[in-house]
């Protein structure tokens, strides 16, 4: 944030007013949902069983005092103040990009009820608890009701939100994680992507050669994966001196601020590759967190863009650089290092086949580069359908194997490994899923304009020079907090729009040669 722009003598002193009292109440909601944050860190990772209850009765009065303070009505008279002022709003002044975002966010809590909002957290709360049931049992019907329950619950949640003119109910829950994404966007985008994935699909199943997976099956021990896993996200420069690295059954990457960030990640025995993919990916959201200006925390400008870019930030530093030879050759070493004489026999080009092995399967968490985007394109079509009323719940098995046997080719063998392995739509989150392929796509554009910034960037990996490329991550994205809307960043870092044309050039790129396809 630039104070010069707001002690300038432009801007009036009851706008400079109303612009303190406006960001101190700001900063201290941020500070409730930074308590919140870190209770469901805690959640994830240490309290024991016995806390569950309570702590529901905790996460419950945060979110009425985090409701309560985003929609006091005093917040809507100090925008009104600021935004009468015209010299104050000047345009692309950071005073003017903090009262867009702060007058978004109170509408959007304003626009909700209390009583839907009191509703959704309770329906999703248990419908949560009874999918992880019927996914065990593998059990759609014991979940269907819920998923009617929610269902009908968004899509009041959509006509509360506002349906944008031309739109639909999909589009007011998407604008929620990424702003301006609307499902017409999201089909430009996706349909040409997936015919050209399936042609690069076939053509690796038709290649001439295969990568050796024998490294993602060979055992390493517990202790020395996290060791290993910790050396190389603090290698490729997360702090550890501002953030945390514990396990948890889904990893994932949360904390309170930029100076206190809580990542995890999780570990089997078999495959190195599995949880080495899921540190860097959280490290990359962490470094993300950690890269946006302290001076601004509990603000607009001290807060992520949105999903799809933050997702772009994980994607990179697992995908572009993780899967990368540059990498590999860099992290041999000292893997072989770490795990002594159970790594010795692979050679650097066994280490990188195998973190790039393509095979299509049923579980998106577990989908190779190839595959991942259409697993995402399988919920966003189901989503949409759900959302506008044209697809009833009670078909969604029936309409998902259609899917995946069309897309991927293979024949989902019950609902477990089908439509109820996600935990997004128990929690309430329609319009979330595109945000991890938008991500994947915003994540090769980034990484080529950073190429094209900084010479010999990839070459410096292979000497373990990471650094470079966080700095110019750090100066382009993350020091921006919501300054720009993702669209606006993406055209200012790249030089153009999203497209997935850069993706898939770096996909066909790598996996044509490993494949000799
Ligand atoms: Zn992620």
């Known amino acids: 944030m630039t104070h010069a722009t707001l002690h300038s003598s432009t801007a009036s002193t009851a706008t400079r007013e109303a612009y303190e009292l406006l960001l101190t109440h700001t900063r201290e909601g941020g500070l409730v949902g930074g308590v919140g944050s870190i209770l469901g860190w805690d959640q994830e990772t240490m309290m024991p069983p016995g806390g569950v209850d309570y702590r529901g009765k905790q996460f419950a009065l945060l979110a009425r005092i985090g409701h309560q303070m985003a929609t006091n009505p005093r917040v809507d008279g100090w925008l009104a103040v600021c935004e009468g002022d015209r010299a104050f709003m000047e345009a692309g002044s950071a005073e003017s990009a903090q009262i867009r975002e702060l007058r978004r966010d ?87 992507l997936r015919e050209q994935l399936r042609t690069l699909l076939r ?6 050669k295969k990568p050796s997976n024998r490294f993602n099956e060979t055992a390493m021990p517990i202790d020395a994966q996290m060791a290993f896993a910790r050396k190389v996200v603090q290698a490729i420069g997360f702090d550890f001196q501002r953030g945390r690295l514990d396990t948890s059954t889904h990893p994932f990457c949360g904390g309170s601020h930029c100076n206190d960030v809580r990542m995890t990640t999780r570990f089997t025995e078999t495959c190195v590759n599995d949880a080495l993919g899921s540190t860097m990916h959280e ?78 399967g049923f579980i998106r968490v577990d989908a190779d580069e190839a595959t991942y985007n259409m697993h995402v394109m399988v919920r966003f079509e189901l989503e949409r359908l759900l959302m506008d009323g044209s697809l009833d719940p009670c078909d969604l098995p029936r309409e998902w194997n259609r899917r995946y046997q069309e897309y991927l080719g293979v024949t989902v063998p019950d609902d477990r490994r089908g439509c109820l392995q996600d935990v997004h739509w128990s929690m309430g989150a329609f319009g979330y899923f595109p945000t991890y392929t938008l991500g994947t796509l915003y994540s090769a554009q980034f990484f080529d304009a950073a190429k094209r910034a900084i010479p010999g960037l990839e070459e410096g990996f292979a000497k373990g020079e990471f650094k470079p490329l966080l700095d110019w ?31 898939l050039r770096y996909l066909s790129g790598k996996l044509r040669p490993l494949y000799g396809a």
Not at 113 to 139: G, I, M, N, Y
Not at 163 to 192: H, K, N, R
Not at 203 to 208: C, F, K, N, T, V
């Open 106 to 192: 109170f509408t959007h809590a304003t626009r909700l009820p209390e009583t839907l909002v009191t509703e959704l957290a309770e329906v999703s709360s248990k419908a949560q608890h009874e999918w992880a049931l019927a996914r065990k049992a593998s059990d759609f019907a014991r979940f269907r009701p819920w998923l009617e329950k929610l269902v009908t619950l968004n899509r009041s949640k959509a006509a509360c939100l506002g349906i944008p003119a031309g739109g639909e109910p999909w589009d007011a829950l998407a604008d929620l994680y990424e702003p301006e994404c609307t499902a017409a966007s999201v089909t430009q985008v996706f349909v040409p």
């Open 203 to 208: 053509d690796l199943a038709a290649g001439s």
């Open 283 to 360: 490290a990359g959201h962490g470094m993300y967190e950690q890269g946006l200006p302290a001076s601004a925390i509990g603000t607009p400008l001290g807060t992520a863009v949105s999903l799809g870019i933050h997702e772009s930030q994980s994607r990179l530093w697992e995908n572009q650089v993780g899967r990368s030879m540059a990498f590999w050759t860099w992290c041999e070493p000292h893997l072989k290092n770490t795990f002594g004489a159970a790594a010795h026999s692979f050679t650097l080009e066994d280490l990188y086949g195998a973190a790039n092995i393509v095979e299509p």
């Open 473 to 503: 991550l750090n100066r382009e994205i993350h020091t921006h907090g919501r300054r720009y809307r993702p669209a606006e960043l993406c055209e200012r870092v790249t030089g153009s729009r999203l497209s997935s044309e850069c993706y």
